[in-house]
């Protein structure tokens, strides 16, 4: 007995019922009947520009609410186009999945020169994520869907790649729509919690290294940290987990070591690390002072034994394991407890303000215009830090006192993603507002989605700081190159005019207080917003 759904009505069907209530795409003819089965279905289709500002628009959705961000592209150059923020995906570790179609199966693989055709779609794209999966029966698809959100849910999420044959979305799928496939994440071995609960509490001095593994957990984080009176290092992944401004944290994006950084960490004896790879970017390329006895909680198990020895591995979900380990770990007496808060509150005080030090005037930009986004934007706001200088600033100045209300990716540094994530964000998180601190060189990448802001009524604020030049970039010309400056100047269009003829509601602000009105203005109206803010090119 058929079901009497083809494989596009399955595929949505299933998606359907794992939850998914928006997707993010650009159709072609290899994808018009995954487009035809949305008529009549429940989810919404945001049609963006390019596949890259889809792609990223699903990394945003993913990023601020938690759920799985999917986008649809054709074979050929969508799948290639949407390359970038699958391997984002990758490096953040954001549930992304892309559903993408490739020739049907009688031409596929072929060289014929067929129409979207590419050598080997599926050995590039897997090549990317950290699932992937081709299916090659109409029967299966529903399954594989599943199987996907499973991989992005119950695992440490690193993006997701589905590909469908062409011919098999118009075949029948007898079976219809999958449910969701019940999913664990592994909670702690009761010996692990003891052995970690022992190490801690052996301490004379513990600390938290926290990275997005914990971005569900900053209750228990906080509850941990406040009983040992333990610093806590927060990444760009996880700013906001715990409040910026709490004694007890450090949310910092630098990788070089100040001194009173180098005192903080250097005076902890123990370290608990959980949820972050530790990367090169976040470890002063692995230069950072930490504890030799570290006790590591990683969702993937292969990030227990990467390059920093561990004294105990925990495979565990990060919350599964805080709340495992408050039960058993009471924390030193209310004397030890008192001392070490005193001294992390000073050691933080004395890092933070050298790192704030540092984003203030190493990035050499006017950084009192994050004060001012910061005073017009409510705490339940998203802020969306692109690629740019004051975006790499923010993760220094920008106090943010909630989980997925910040979101700088990380380590690939694709510029112009600020864009489409915002609309991402903010196509997922009803009313939150969302703002995307962009770059004039970054913006340019992805620009044609501010058309996407307009058509879909997506009203985020967009800040353009233009300085009229790659400054990243230039800076390393100046500073390592003797000045030697080559293709970083750019001619600016006039993005108040080209944000005009997109339809969105263009403004100027000169100066800090000028961008803090227009930015209050433009949240208080319907519709999206773009803000030039002329900065000045640093030449020291
Ligand atoms: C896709 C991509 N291409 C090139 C780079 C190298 N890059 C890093 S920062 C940067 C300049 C960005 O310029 P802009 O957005 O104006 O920000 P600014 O540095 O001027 O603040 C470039 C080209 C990159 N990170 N990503
Ligand atoms: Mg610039």
Redesign the pocket.
Known sequence: MLSGMNGARAVLATLERHGVDTVFGIPGVHTLPLYDALHGGGIRHVLARHEQGAGYMAYGYARATGKVGVALVISGPGATNIA?PMANAYSDSVPVLTIATTLPRDHDGRERGALHELKDQFASMSALVGWARRVSDAAELPGAVAEAFAALTARRPRGAYLEIPLDLLTEPVPGGAADPLPVARPVPAAEDVRRAAELLGGAGRPMIIAGAGVTDAGTQLRVLAERLGAPVLLRPGSKGVLPDDHPLVLATRVSIVPDAFRELIGGCDVALIIGTKLGDERTAVGTMPLPETRVRVDLDPAELTRRWPVELGVHADAGAFLDALLDVCDGPSAAVREDRTQWAAKSVAGARSAMEEFARTD?E?PTEYLDAVRAAMPAESVTVA???????ASAELYPVDRARAYIHPYE?????CGLPIALGARAGSGDRPVVAL????????TIGELAVAAQEDIPVTVVV???????????NQRRSYGHRVIA?E?RAPDYVALAGAFGLTPSRADSPEALQTELTAALARPGPSLIEVPIP?ATA
């Open positions: 970038t990035f930009v692109d690629m740019t200088m004051l975006g790499y690939l540094c694709s510029i112009g962009c770059g004039d060189g970054g913006i340019l990448q700081f233009n300085d009229r030049t790659y400054s990243a970039v230039q800076q970083t750019l090119r």
